[in-house]
T-cell receptor, first 117, second 113 residues
Framework: DTGVSQDPRHKITKRGQNVTFRCDPISEHNRLYWYRQTLGQGPEFLTYFQNEAQLEKSRLLSDRFSAERPKGSFSTLEIQRTEQGDSAMYLCALPRSSGSAGTGELFFGEGSRLTVL | GESVGLHLPTLSVQEGDNSIINCAYSNSASDYFIWYKQESGKGPQFIID?????DKRQGQRVTVLLNKTVKHLSLQIAATQPGDSAVYFC????????????FGKGITLSVRP
């Protein structure tokens, strides 16, 4: 079964503070993805893991962002020295082939919404 | 750069009518496409997908059409219901690109009772 829990669901912080989001798959998945979604836009790829290895990072992921997946299960996304432009929904996603056309479908979590004041 | 886009930002339909949501893509290397539905405060939810070797695929009340000649994708929803009200996104991907999807801008579907 594919499912993912994200925490916290909503985080309000002041500019300059650090925030951390966590993604917990309910079952084992080799790959795990982070996306960012701003209001009215589609999700944008940030990074993905194959087990504990971070294999690709988008240019959107500045040096203030760091993601980890230490045991190849849950993952964290930390943003340091937050800026107002970081306000967005941060989505965790897992690959799933659900009897569809067998494409690279991703199952998304409910997301963690960040508001930077 | 490559992009996926939607023609209209909003679509309002009468309950019971059919809805058609259109999407243009520009990456000729994309070989699969996915439609997602997103309700307020929730993550995107898979609706239907299609590979580039197909031009039509049907699901329950939904049909996806792919026209590779003009790089156009559409989602048809039959007998639109109030529960279909949401933001819809098309996404494209390339097999072997590690399931990394490129999304277009969303279009809001509003169903009038």
């Amino acid at each position: 079964d594919t499912g993912v829990s994200q925490d916290p669901r909503h985080k309000i912080t002041k500019r300059g503070q650090n925030v951390t989001f966590r993604c917990d798959p309910i079952s084992e998945h080799n790959r795990l993805y982070w996306y960012r979604q701003t209001l009215g836009q589609g999700p944008e790829f940030l990074t993905y893991f194959q087990n504990e290895a971070q294999l690709e990072k988008s240019r959107l992921l500045s040096d203030r962002f760091s993601a980890e997946r230490p045991k190849g299960s849950f993952s964290t996304l930390e943003i340091q020295r937050t800026e107002q432009g970081d306000s967005a929904m941060y989505l965790c996603a897992l690959p799933r082939s659900s009897g569809s056309a067998g494409t690279g479908e991703l199952f998304f979590g409910e997301g963690s919404r960040l508001t930077v004041l | 750069g490559e992009s996926v886009g939607l023609h209209l930002p909003t679509l309002s339909v009468q309950e019971g009518d059919n809805s058609i949501i259109n999407c243009a893509y520009s990456n000729s290397a994309s070989d699969y496409f996915i439609w997602y539905k997103q309700e307020s405060g929730k993550g995107p939810q898979f609706i239907i997908d299609i590979r580039s070797n197909m031009d039509k695929r049907q699901g329950q009340r939904v049909t996806v059409l792919l026209n590779k000649t003009v790089k156009h994708l559409s989602l048809q929803i039959a007998a639109t219901q109030p529960g279909d009200s949401a933001v819809y996104f098309c996404a494209e991907g390339v097999t072997g690109a590690n399931s990394k999807l490129t999304f277009g801008k969303g279009i809001t579907l509003s169903v009038r009772p």
